[in-house]
C-alpha cells in the first residue's frame, strides 16, 4: 500500500474516500515558505516508519486553492489528520519530529 | 584531524543553521574539519525574511533564496546539516557530549550559532489562534489574507516589512505599537508611511484576540475594539539562552559574551551570530562571525594536535 500521495487539481474526493479506510495525514504546503520545506521530510520519514497506519496527502495550496479555502488554510505548514472523511486532528508550524510522533500515537 | 586516544564523532559541531552557523559550516569544510550542523529551521529568522537588501552581491533576495544558496554550497562541501533538537551538552574529557532528541554525539568542539526567537505577547488568543489567523510569519502566511483586515503588532523594522508585505494582499493593515513612533530604518518608514493601506496606531497595546473557529476581533487597552481577520505578531526577538545557561556560559542580557576570536569562557566552546553580544545584528554579520568562530575552532584543535 502506498504510504504517500500528492493532491493535485483540488482533487480532494479521493483523499476523503481514502479516510475511510485509514487516517490520512494532509500536509498543506506552499513552495515559497521555508518551516514548509523543514517539515517535508519530517512526514515523508514518519510516512515511511509508520508502514500504513497512516498516508501522507501532501498537498500545494498553490495549486489548490479551492481546497485550501475550503478548509480555512491561513497559515502553512497546516497539517490535518482526517478519519472517515472528518478532521480528528491538526497542528499548524513546523514541529520537531518527537512532538509529530506524539501527535501521531495519540490520533492513530 | 585524528584522535588516537578515543572515538569522537567530529571535530566540531554547529549547533544552529541560520547564516551563522551555515557559513561556519562552509570554514570548518575547507579547514578539514570532520563536522556536523544541527538546528530545527535552516536559516532561523532569516530564512523567513520578505526581501534582504543588503546582503552584498544580491540587489535584493528573498530569506529563503539566500538561504538556501547558503546551505546548498554547505551540502556541496560534504557536511551534513541535520534536523535534530540538542536538549543537553555535557563536559567531557575530550570535548563535548551532545544529547539531541534524536541520539548522542560527541565532538572536540562546539560552535553555538542559535540565533533568536520571535518574541511571544502572551495574550489570551494568541496560543489558541497560531494558524487560524495569528502568525509570526508574513512570508508564509501574508497570501492567506487576499481583501481582509489585519494588524501588525510592534514598531521596529520586521513590523514594518510584514506590513508592507502584508500589504500586497490585505485591504487594511494596521500597526500597533506602545510607543508614539516607528523604530525602523529610514528607507522602511518613508515606505510605510506613504502607503495608504497602512494606519498606524500610536501608544497602544493589544490586549486579547477572540473568535469563534478564527481571529474576528481584537481588544486594546484604551477599550476600543476592531474587527480584524488576521494578526502578525512582531514583537521583537529573544536569544534563546538555556543551553548557554546550563553550560555555564557567561551572559549579558541573555546574549553569550564573545571576545574577538568569538570564544566563550568556556574553552572548546565558541558563539557566532544573533546569540552573541555582538552590537550588530544583520545576516552579514552573522555570517562573518561564523567564519571566525570557525577558523578558531581550527586553530585550537592544531595547538592540541
Same mark, same amino acid.
Given at each position: 500500500?502506498?504510504?504517500?500521495?500528492?493532491?493535485?487539481?483540488?482533487?480532494?474526493?479521493?483523499?476523503?474516500?481514502?479516510?475511510s479506510?485509514?487516517p @490520512?495525514? @494532509?500536509?498543506?504546503?506552499?513552495?515559497?515558505?521555508?518551516?514548509?520545506?523543514?517539515?517535508?521530510?519530517?512526514?515523508?520519514?514518519?510516512a515511511?516508519?509508520?508502514?500504513?497506519?497512516?498516508?501522507?496527502?501532501?498537498?500545494? @495550496?498553490?495549486?489548490?486553492?479551492?481546497i485550501?479555502?475550503?478548509?480555512?488554510?491561513?497559515?502553512?505548514?497546516?497539517?490535518?489528520m482526517?478519519?472517515?472523511?472528518?478532521?480528528?486532528?491538526?497542528?499548524?508550524?513546523?514541529?520537531?519530529?518527537?512532538?509529530?510522533r506524539?501527535?501521531?500515537?495519540?490520533?492513530? | 584531524?585524528?584522535?588516537?586516544?578515543?572515538?569522537?564523532?567530529?571535530?566540531?559541531?554547529?549547533? /544552529?543553521?541560520?547564516?551563522a /552557523?551555515?557559513?561556519?559550516?562552509?570554514?570548518?569544510?575547507?579547514?578539514?574539519?570532520?563536522?556536523?550542523?544541527?538546528g530545527?529551521?535552516?536559516?532561523?529568522?532569516?530564512?523567513?525574511?520578505?526581501?534582504?537588501?543588503?546582503?552584498?552581491?544580491?540587489?535584493?533576495?528573498?530569506?529563503?533564496?539566500?538561504?538556501?544558496?547558503?546551505?546548498?554550497?554547505?551540502?556541496?562541501?560534504?557536511?551534513?546539516?541535520?534536523?535534530?533538537?540538542?536538549?543537553?551538552?555535557?563536559?567531557?574529557?575530550?570535548?563535548?557530549?551532545?544529547?539531541?532528541?534524536?541520539?548522542?554525539?560527541?565532538?572536540?568542539?562546539?560552535?553555538l550559532?542559535?540565533g533568536?526567537?520571535?518574541?511571544?505577547?502572551?495574550?489570551? /488568543?494568541?496560543?489558541?489562534?497560531?494558524?487560524? /489567523?495569528?502568525s509570526?510569519?508574513?512570508?508564509?502566511d501574508?497570501?492567506?489574507?487576499?481583501?481582509?483586515?489585519?494588524?501588525?503588532?510592534?514598531?521596529?523594522?520586521?513590523?514594518?516589512?510584514?506590513?508592507?508585505?502584508?500589504s500586497?494582499?490585505?485591504?487594511?493593515?494596521?500597526?500597533?505599537?506602545?510607543?508614539?513612533?516607528?523604530?525602523?530604518?529610514?528607507?522602511?518608514?518613508?515606505?510605510?508611511?506613504?502607503?495608504?493601506?497602512?494606519?498606524i496606531?500610536?501608544n497602544?497595546?493589544i490586549?486579547?484576540?477572540?473568535?469563534?473557529?478564527?481571529v474576528?476581533?481584537?481588544?486594546?487597552?484604551?477599550?476600543?475594539?476592531?474587527?480584524?481577520?488576521g494578526?502578525?505578531?512582531?514583537?521583537?526577538?529573544?536569544?534563546p539562552?538555556?543551553?548557554?545557561?546550563?553550560?555555564?556560559?557567561?551572559?549579558e542580557?541573555?546574549?553569550?559574551?564573545?571576545?574577538?576570536?568569538?570564544?566563550?569562557?568556556?574553552k572548546g566552546?565558541?558563539?557566532?551570530?544573533?546569540?552573541?553580544?555582538?552590537?550588530?545584528?544583520?545576516?552579514?554579520?552573522?555570517?562573518?562571525?561564523?567564519?571566525?568562530?570557525?577558523?578558531?575552532?581550527?586553530?585550537?584543535?592544531?595547538?592540541?594536535?
Amino acid at each position: 500500500m502506498e504510504t504517500e500521495i500528492e493532491v493535485k487539481n483540488n482533487e480532494f474526493e479521493r483523499v476523503l474516500e481514502l479516510s475511510s479506510k485509514v487516517p @490520512v495525514v @494532509v500536509d498543506f504546503y506552499a513552495d515559497w515558505c521555508m518551516p514548509c520545506k523543514m517539515l517535508k521530510p519530517i512526514l515523508e520519514g514518519l510516512a515511511k516508519e509508520y508502514k500504513g497506519k497512516f498516508v501522507l496527502a501532501k498537498l500545494n @495550496v498553490d495549486g489548490n486553492s479551492e481546497i485550501a479555502s475550503k478548509y480555512d488554510i491561513m497559515s502553512v505548514p497546516s497539517v490535518k489528520m482526517f478519519k472517515n472523511k472528518k478532521i480528528i486532528g491538526e497542528f499548524s508550524g513546523l514541529q520537531q519530529e518527537s512532538a509529530i510522533r506524539k501527535w501521531l500515537d495519540e490520533k492513530l | 584531524m585524528k584522535n588516537c586516544e578515543m572515538k569522537v564523532d567530529y571535530d566540531l559541531i554547529i549547533i /544552529g543553521s541560520g547564516p551563522a /552557523g551555515l557559513t561556519a559550516g562552509v570554514y570548518a569544510a575547507r579547514h578539514h574539519l570532520k563536522t556536523l550542523v544541527m538546528g530545527k529551521l535552516v536559516g532561523g529568522i532569516a530564512s523567513e525574511a520578505h526581501k534582504i537588501c543588503n546582503f552584498p552581491t544580491y540587489h535584493e533576495i528573498s530569506g529563503k533564496e539566500l538561504i538556501e544558496k547558503m546551505e546548498e554550497q554547505v551540502n556541496k562541501l560534504g557536511i551534513k546539516i541535520e534536523n535534530e533538537e540538542v536538549i543537553e551538552i555535557k563536559k567531557e574529557k575530550q570535548g563535548f557530549l551532545i544529547k539531541t532528541d534524536k541520539k548522542e554525539h560527541n565532538a572536540r568542539k562546539i560552535i553555538l550559532a542559535l540565533g533568536r526567537e520571535k518574541r511571544k505577547i502572551n495574550i489570551p /488568543g494568541e496560543k489558541e489562534f497560531l494558524g487560524k /489567523g495569528v502568525s509570526y510569519c508574513a512570508v508564509c502566511d501574508a497570501p492567506f489574507f487576499k481583501d481582509k483586515e489585519v494588524v501588525v503588532i510592534g514598531g521596529s523594522n520586521s513590523a514594518l516589512t510584514t506590513s508592507l508585505l502584508v500589504s500586497e494582499f490585505a485591504k487594511k493593515v494596521y500597526i500597533i505599537l506602545r510607543g508614539d513612533r516607528l523604530k525602523g530604518v529610514p528607507a522602511q518608514i518613508h515606505l510605510v508611511e506613504k502607503n495608504k493601506k497602512i494606519q498606524i496606531i500610536f501608544n497602544s497595546n493589544i490586549i486579547e484576540i477572540t473568535g469563534k473557529n478564527k481571529v474576528e476581533k481584537i481588544k486594546l487597552d484604551n477599550g476600543k475594539e476592531m474587527n480584524i481577520n488576521g494578526v502578525f505578531i512582531e514583537a521583537g526577538t529573544i536569544p534563546p539562552s538555556k543551553l548557554a545557561e546550563q553550560l555555564g556560559i557567561n551572559l549579558e542580557d541573555g546574549h553569550i559574551i564573545v571576545n574577538k576570536k568569538q570564544e566563550t569562557n568556556i574553552k572548546g566552546i565558541f558563539a557566532a551570530g544573533d546569540i552573541t553580544n555582538n552590537f550588530v545584528k544583520q545576516v552579514i554579520t552573522a555570517a562573518a562571525e561564523g567564519a571566525i568562530a570557525a577558523i578558531s575552532a581550527y586553530e585550537e584543535l592544531s595547538k592540541e594536535k
